[in-house]
């Protein structure tokens, strides 16, 4: 063990009374109406997304929801580049001098 660490018991108390809590949410215990209750156990309204390209960027972007936003940002471009690019060699303006 490092000789610098010194653990502050505070802040572990506080994360260990966080995590316990998180394990024992629940939406019944909150001070939620039954009404506000019943739309979240049964949404009136589903998002219906049509475009396949806004589904799967919404799906990229949830999918790195804990990454860095440059992470995100460079996978946007990567797609965009992959969508402009030609499909075979034969398509493509580069001539491969062989």
Do not use: W
């Amino acid at each position: 063990m490092d000789p610098e660490f010194v653990p502050l018991v505070d802040e572990l108390r506080a994360s260990i009374d966080f995590i316990k809590a998180l394990r024992c949410a629940s939406l019944d215990k909150g001070a939620l109406t039954k009404d506000a209750l019943a739309r979240l156990h049964h949404p009136q309204h589903v998002l219906e997304i049509e475009d396949p390209n806004e589904l799967y960027s919404l799906k990229q972007y949830l999918a790195t929801q804990n990454a860095s936003q440059q992470m995100y940002h460079d996978i946007h471009s990567n797609h965009n580049d992959l969508l402009h690019q030609p499909h075979s060699l034969a398509d493509s303006p580069l001539k491969l001098g062989i």
